[in-house]
């Protein structure tokens, strides 16, 4: 069996995975996440073994790097005392569909991270169990608990 490039990879699965990173460490932090990512799996790819899913050891990827920046964001906090003078020439973050990343923000770290791993993603139960670890019963009932708080506090009429 041929494998494919890994350029490939990036174009077939890059959109989901930064769906996946903006949705558990937010806005801010996803390019970030999705960078580390595809870096930490170009050096993993050789070793990936035939007919792996290659989505879900993406997202597992994506799972553990999220960890680390939330780890990391925990132990330095970096004060800003003077606002920039100009305006980023990058596009602001907060752009990104900010109200959907508020609803997500106020969830438990791992309702957010089921939510995202099942509904984003699209990893089955059994997948998203892996990563974040316990049973398919436990993150189908996070999951769950994850969308009634979304329905709640997520705008009426929006689009998730």
């Not at 174009?11 to 870096?39: I, K, M, N, Q, Y």
């Not at 973050?93 to 099942?118: F, N, S």
Request: net charge negative; glycine share 6%; with cysteine.
């Amino acid at each position: 069996m041929s494998v494919k490039p890994f350029e490939q990879v990036v174009d077939e699965h890059g959109s989901v995975v930064l769906r996946v990173c903006r949705a558990v460490v937010g806005p801010v932090d996803a390019e970030d996440a999705w960078s580390e990512t595809f870096l930490a799996a170009l050096k993993a790819y050789p070793d990936l073994p035939d007919g792996a899913n290659v989505e879900a050891w993406l997202v597992t990827i994506a799972h553990r790097k999220a960890v680390d920046i939330t780890r990391a964001r925990a132990r330095h906090a970096v004060p800003v005392s003077d606002v920039p003078d100009g305006l980023s020439t990058r596009g602001r973050p907060e752009d990104w569909d900010g109200d959907l990343w508020t609803a997500l923000a106020r969830l438990p770290d791992k309702q957010r991270a089921v939510v995202a791993y099942h509904y984003i993603a699209g990893l089955p139960y059994k997948d998203v169990a892996t990563i974040t670890g316990g049973t398919a019963d436990a993150a189908r009932r996070s999951a769950a608990d994850g969308v009634k708080a979304l329905r709640a506090t997520y705008p009426e009429g929006a689009d998730a």
